[in-house]
């Protein structure tokens, strides 16, 4: 177990004396890799009998091309949000408040850019990647993936904003400002995998309320479907009788 903690520790020290020489290099080289990482990993999970065995590698790169734009952003608009907050409401004095109004700010402009900009990213540098023929023409490729972002956006954002207000406000709350972006990233593990997940769905795109809705009509048709074979058992063996 010490051997175990003394690893970690050391890796955090690496990591936070490579953050204190390049931030913005460190910021961004975490985001590609956990944005790479989850999607990779997204297409295993996610891998059925009718889809393609083969790992994507223009999709997981582009994910990762996406964690070097949004992790710059991130590092570029939070120190800017620091300070126009702090300005009017000294962190010092008024903690909870400053922390509030910085979450709300934060997921009222800054979030749906985000997401927007995922699914412009990610489709457009999947597309690059893989030199499809879609590609050599920019009007008619930035029309396809504008359109789908615009489609996904508020699906996407009402689950948003279930999960990343909190974690948002333990970020601001608790951690300080160079240390946030890695918070985020961290849990990105999982939610950069559930986007993945939802850009690459069929045309119609269902949010998890949806799923888990449709999974619960199956579980429904199902049972009703067992119920009239059970009665129809039950009407031949009174026939025969």
């Known amino acids: 177990m010490s051997t175990r903690s003394s690893i970690a520790h050391r890796v955090w020290q690496g990591y936070s004396r490579?953050?204190?020489?390049?931030?913005l290099f460190t910021k961004t080289t975490t985001g590609a890799v956990i944005f790479f990482v989850s999607d990779s990993a997204t297409q295993f999970i996610s891998k059925t009998a009718t889809t393609a065995s083969e790992w994507n590698a223009a999709r997981a790169i582009s994910g990762a091309g996406?964690?070097?734009?949004?992790?710059?952003?991130?590092?570029?608009?939070?120190?800017?949000?620091?300070?126009?907050?702090?300005?009017?409401?000294?962190?010092?004095?008024?903690?909870?408040a400053n922390t509030l109004v910085k979450v709300a700010i934060d997921q009222a402009f800054a979030a749906p850019l985000y997401i927007y900009?995922?699914?412009?990213?990610?489709?457009?540098?999947?597309?690059?990647?893989?030199?499809?023929?879609?590609?050599?023409?920019?009007?008619?490729?930035?029309?396809?993936?504008?359109?789908?972002?615009?489609?996904?956006?508020?699906p996407t954002m009402m689950e948003h904003w279930t999960v990343w207000p909190i974690v948002h406000s333990f970020?601001?709350?608790?951690?300080?400002?160079?240390?946030?972006?890695?918070?985020?990233?961290?849990?990105?593990?999982?939610?950069?995998?559930?986007?993945?997940?939802?850009?690459?769905?069929?045309?119609?795109?269902?949010?998890?309320?949806?799923?888990?809705?449709?999974?619960v009509q199956r579980q429904e048709t199902k049972r009703r479907t067992k119920e009239e074979q059970v009665l129809q058992a039950r009407r031949k063996l009174s026939d025969t009788r």
């Open 18 to 23: 490579r953050l204190d020489q390049f931030p």
């Open 171 to 215: 970020n601001f709350y608790f951690m300080p400002l160079h240390h946030r972006v890695l918070v985020q990233n961290t849990v990105l593990v999982g939610w950069s995998g559930y986007l993945s997940h939802l850009n690459h769905q069929p045309a119609t795109l269902m949010t998890p309320t949806e799923e888990a809705r449709v999974a």
């Open 66 to 96: 996406f964690g070097i734009v949004a992790t710059t952003w991130l590092h570029v608009w939070w120190g800017c949000l620091e300070l126009m907050v702090a300005s009017r409401i000294p962190i010092a004095k008024h903690r909870l």
């Open 117 to 154: 900009s995922y699914f412009v990213v990610t489709n457009m540098g999947q597309k690059i990647v893989q030199r499809s023929d879609r590609a050599s023409d920019l009007s008619l490729l930035w029309k396809e993936t504008n359109d789908k972002a615009a489609a996904m956006l508020m």
